[in-house]
């Protein structure tokens, strides 16, 4: 059964800093990887999604790679803001199914 | 703006009493979930209506029910409450069922089973 970490379940940085957030999963037959930003009181928004194929998508300040083989995947945040403070989910398809597994999430809060 | 909307967005009810929550979709998407996530842990799917078709998670407990009257509507039925249930629940849509396919959610129900 597929299992996704995420560490740390916390990040608290000084405005202006890069940072990196972790993803961790067990199977590594996947079929993609997601990255999801979620703000209290409102749904999941999709960030990036990276292809088992692919090594790395970029959007704007934000870029996740995938090593598959090694069950890793990292979010870059480029130049943190207040308004990144949200929490990160990152969530994979198995190739064998076509359901999300999530982690649990890394809170962040980038303080002015 | 095409959205998901769930209702409602609290939801306090006591041990033992039956809530429905709701989510509508005006996509017109053919997938409607519904996910379970307690508080600091990951999104757990509950099931999944791919049309009229239900597909239960075979962990998902008899006490969750769902039906979808139509391809707007879903709900999600708690028959009995317990104090473990407390959590916020999130309905997204698909437009298929794919791997590839993007999932759009709602912004969740808070459920407090006091």
């Known amino acids: 059964k597929q299992e996704v970490t995420q560490i740390p379940a916390a990040l608290s940085v000084p405005e202006g800093e890069n940072l990196v957030l972790n993803c961790s999963f067990t199977d590594s037959a996947i079929y993609n990887l997601q990255w999801f930003r979620q703000d209290p009181g409102k749904g999941l928004t999709s960030l990036l999604l990276?292809?088992?194929?692919?090594r790395e998508q970029t959007s704007g300040r934000l870029n996740a790679s995938l090593d598959k083989s090694s069950g890793r995947s990292t979010l870059y945040i480029a130049a943190s803001q207040p308004g990144d403070s949200a929490t990160y989910l990152c969530?994979?398809?198995?190739?064998?199914?076509?359901?999300?597994?999530f982690g649990g999430g890394t809170r962040l809060m980038v303080k002015p | 703006d095409a959205m998901v909307i769930q209702n409602p967005r609290y939801q306090v009810t006591q041990f033992g009493k039956p809530v429905t929550l709701s989510c509508s979709q005006t996509l017109n998407h053919n997938v409607m979930y519904w996910y379970q996530q307690k508080s600091s842990q990951a999104p757990k799917l509950l099931f999944h209506?791919?049309?009229?078709?239900?597909?239960n998670e075979a962990d998902t407990p008899d006490n969750f029910q769902s039906r979808r009257p139509n391809t707007s509507f879903c709900f999600l039925d708690i028959r009995s409450p317990g104090l473990g249930d407390t959590a916020k629940y999130l309905c997204a849509t698909s437009r298929w069922a794919d791997r590839g396919e993007t999932q759009y959610f709602g912004p969740g129900t808070r459920l407090l089973v006091l």
């Open positions: 209506y791919y049309d009229k078709d239900f597909n």
């Open positions: 990276i292809q088992s194929s692919q």
């Open positions: 969530a994979v398809i198995n190739n064998a199914g076509n359901m999300l597994t």
